[in-house]
């Protein structure tokens, strides 16, 4: 992930197609392998009044493995074609992560303050950083949409949205 | 040195308030903010309308200062309810309204939860289970109903109900064996959607609770056959065009043995203060009082016993072995 | 019949008072609010307003609970086409092509074609109620496990093999759509499946969260390769859209009717709107002449799927009115609602209370009318959001999204999942995994597994069970009808071709 930074600006250039797809093939095939596992443990097998509870997760998984196996084989022997296509270049995926990477710490946020703090924070800061809008433009903004959502779940609908671990927002009685 | 810093900084505040909390005056707590009523069911089920009859009724009649909220979590046949409770530990603004699967879903799935890592608060009522069969059928007592299952063999009759290893699939079990007879159990994931299937012939019979099968009765879709608890119920209104709940055999009448009672109580998170308990079991005697409640009541045929403190931590104790018991001898325990 | 007409004018009476009519435009105000905000449902909404609605006339209360679900039903489509979210579980098949729409600029005709489609659904479902009730009830009893699990075959078999992408990567898609409904709680035998001992596992993968992920994230995260805008935003908004587009609804009448039928089917089985929306999709698909083209901004499959879910919606509320057994969640939550007014839902409601069913009926006439003309005066507005710069929208929409999946089930694991997800919809999308089958899977996979599992049990493992009398027999050969359609449709030209030269 942290390479993007050194090969910016070449066009062009970029992860290829062929090693996402494997990756990707790979965890299905991870996922598949669960799935078959776990149905071995609840009874996969056809019992006299229909099918026990893994009996359809069993083939779910099977199909799983073999789809990923055959989309594995086929990139990495088939002709494709594809394999010399670039997955994402890297200028984009920079674009990509610009987005990504604040979701994460987003998300990390909400988990640490609540919903209502990390909202404003995120909005602002995407616009200060991402759009070059003014400090004050962002903050109000961001600031707004929060105390909206407040309004809106917790007064309103009587939702109650998650507060975080810290809970800052804990003196408004909510 | 700066652990121990960062420790009585921790531990000075949380002292403070259960200084406060003990400090205040007896029975003066209220909440603070927002109540969450957790409902370990999804909607639609008979917990689920209890809930949201009981927020009705507190906003109606002005009840609570703050606004009790319902919030369903089924996950896991209400583990999901259950074990949010027990992490809210001290939390006074949550409570959550048990069915049986209190007993059943720890017993039945080993997801580890069970009514000691949570606080009793009240019980509210106890639901009654009824078997019903089609209307269109002959049989017009559970006799010769069971004399035809057993008649048939085993397997032959359909008996549908609400989830897996839950109490509609023990009440079946427990007539099998009372009757020595073998249904075909068909788990369905609402009580609505059986009372529905019976009325189409799609099962046999069910053991639905008198709400959920009520309207089909009264228009004269389904029969009742007896109710799995030792004395009739008291309500002497005519339902139907000639019968009230108190005209419905109790199974033990009807040569079957069995009985069963669903709870329909109230918890809350575990360490809580007395007074914050007391709030709740105030509030509920008084939900009880109301003309709302009282038709409910009677409209779903409840037993309509209430009990709080040591009586209900009693009768729960009392429960919960009897169905390790039941679940036990069913096989529905969870493998380990 | 003239009884029953007579009854709806008394209906006509009893809601068109100031008073109700006012809660009506209300309901649907609010409805079309909690429609867009995904993960906050019909359902949650008429939950919470429930209780306010104690201290009103039993009728006024139903007219404004069953206008918020008018509402709902309206406002999913909204966000599904400007940002392909869906905020709504029905609205995920109008994305397929009311995304699109947006991106070429079309947003308003998308919206309109989408109003007006809801709109004709719920009046032809809302039709029928008023006449065939009694019959149509019957005809819901019929349908039993082997029953359903026909009516979901056939939603699979109806979308299956539609898409171009490469066939074994379908196959992955829709079984890992399959393997993500099976976590969780099994029905039928109550054992906990693929959680390891996780226990915030055991709720299960939502469909909604999935949905945010993977198309509203992934969507953001694409649409960020090539730079900070939404394609299409540039588009012009002018209120002649409307009647632009009405011009060009009528030539799809045919859809329409069909999707109408199919919507009114799954509405009363109880089916449901989500299973109606991709099964009409579906269907539209295969037998429009311009099926090839859908997926790539077609008015017609927009039409389809939003027609049948409104169908569908609205005529759910028919089995609860008459049978007591609510037809989708928010149809569950409206029939406590008639329990603490003292109604019985059931066959005898039509009986004893004439005054609150008629009313009921006749609201649902009337809300449609004001739902329509509140959404459709605010067409230019909707698409006027397009035209918000990237760098304020996008973060609010992940700010949206993650409320969204956060309310679903009140858990903060879940805000997780969304981004997994939403990385999951970006890489996908890249590689040509189809989601559509993904997304079907998961919505429908646990229940048709249900259904088939019990109607296995009632059979004792036999199999025949699935085509036991004409109606699941012909569901089924139906659902085999639509899963081999390619051969069909070949088998179909030929014959064509080997008469013509004769």
Known sequence: MEEHNESTGVPGAGISTSAVEILVSLIFLLIGGIVVFDSFRLGASWSSDGPQAGYFPFYIGFIICVASLVILGQTLFGKSGRSGKVFVEWSALKQVLSVLLPAAVYVVGIQLFGIYLASAVYIAAFMIWLGNYSWFKSIALGVAVSITGFLTFEIWFQVPLYKGVFDPLGFLGY | MRIQRAFSRGVMPLLAVFGLSMAAPAAAWEPAKPVEFVIPAGTGGGADQMARLIQGIVVKHNLMKQSLIPINKSGGAGAEGFLDVKGSKGDPHKIIITLSNLFTTPLATGVPFGWKDLTPVAMLALDQFVLWVNAETPYKTATEYLDAVKKAGPNKFKMGGTGSKQEDQIITVAIEKAAGVKFTYVPFKGGGEVATQLVGKHIDSSVNNPIEAVAQWRAGKLRALCVFDDQRMPYKTKVTDTMSWNDIPTCKESGVPTDYVMLRGIFMSPGVSKDQVEFYVNLFKKVRETPEWKDFMEKGAFNQSFMTGQDYVKWVEKNEALHRDLMKEAGFLAKP | ?502
């Not at chain 3, 992920?213 to 960020?224: A, D, T, V």
């Not at chain 3, 008459?322 to 005898?348: E, F, K, N, R, Y």
Request: include cysteine; aromatic fraction near 12%.
């Open chain 3, 1 to 502: 019949m003239l009884e029953d007409i007579n009854a709806l004018f008394h209906g006509f009476a009893v809601a068109l008072t100031p008073f109700n009519l006012l809660l009506m435009f209300i309901g649907v105000t609010l409805g079309v609010i909690i429609g867009v905000l995904p993960g906050l449902g019909g359902a949650n909404g008429i939950a919470i307003l429930l209780p306010l609605t104690f201290s009103m006339p039993p009728t006024s209360a139903i007219i404004m609970l069953s206008c918020i679900y008018w509402g709902a039903l309206f406002g999913g489509a909204i966000t599904s086409i400007l940002f392909n979210i869906p905020g709504e579980p029905w609205s995920v098949a109008t994305t397929f092509d009311g995304y699109p729409m947006a991106q070429q600029g079309r947003a308003g005709e998308a919206l309109t074609g989408a109003f007006t489609s809801s709109f004709i659904g719920a009046l032809f479902a809302v039709v029928m109620i008023t006449f065939l009730a009694p019959l149509v009830a019957r005809f819901a009893l019929q349908f039993g496990p082997p029953e359903f699990f026909a009516v979901y075959f056939l939603t699979f078999c109806s979308f299956i093999g539609m898409g171009k992408e490469p066939p074994f990567k379908i196959m992955a898609s829709m079984m890992l759509g399959f393997a993500l409904a099976a976590v969780g709680i099994d029905t039928v035998t109550g054992q906990l499946r693929l959680i390891f001992g996780w226990h915030e596992l055991m709720r299960g993968f939502d469909f909604l969260i999935a949905v945010i992920g993977l198309f509203g994230i992934g969507e953001i995260l694409l649409s960020m390769e090539e730079g900070l805008s939404f394609s299409g935003s540039s588009a012009k908004i002018d209120p002649k859209i409307v009647l632009e587009t009405w011009k060009k609804l009528p030539k799809y009448w045919l859809t329409s009717l069909r999707s109408c039928l199919i919507g009114c089917w799954l509405g009363i089985t109880p089916g449901g709107a989500t299973p109606a929306s991709f099964m009409s999709y579906g269907v539209a698909k295969r037998i429009s002449k311009d099926g090839a083209k859908f997926g790539s901004g077609q008015l017609e499959g927009v039409v389809a799927p939003e027609t049948a879910a409104h169908a569908a919606g609205t005529s759910a509320l028919l089995p609860m009115l008459s049978l007591g057994i609510p037809g989708s969640p928010t149809a569950a939550v409206l029939l406590g609602g008639l329990l603490i007014w003292g109604l019985q839902p059931g066959p005898l409601l039509f009986v004893e209370q004439k005054d609150f069913v008629w009313g009921l009926i006749a609201s649902m006439y009337l809300g449609n009318i004001a739902g329509l003309v509140i959404v459709l005066t605010c067409v230019p507005l909707f698409a006027a959001i397009l035209r918000v710069p990237f760098s304020i929208i996008a973060p609010i929409i992940i700010v949206i999204c993650a409320i969204g999946a956060y309310t679903v089930h009140n858990a903060m694991l879940d805000i997780w999942f969304m981004l997994l997800f939403g990385v999951a919809g970006y890489v996908f999308k890249k590689l040509a995994y189809p989601l559509a089958p993904l997304v079907l899977a998961l919505v429908l996979g646990d229940r048709a597994e249900d259904s088939f599992r019990q109607a296995m049990l009632i059979a004792q493992g036999d199999m025949r069970i699935f085509f036991s009398n004409w109606l699941v027999g012909s569901i089924m050969a139906l659902g085999l009808v639509m899963l081999f359609w390619p051969l069909v449709s070949k088998l179909l030209a030929s014959l064509r071709a080997s008469k013509a030269p004769a």
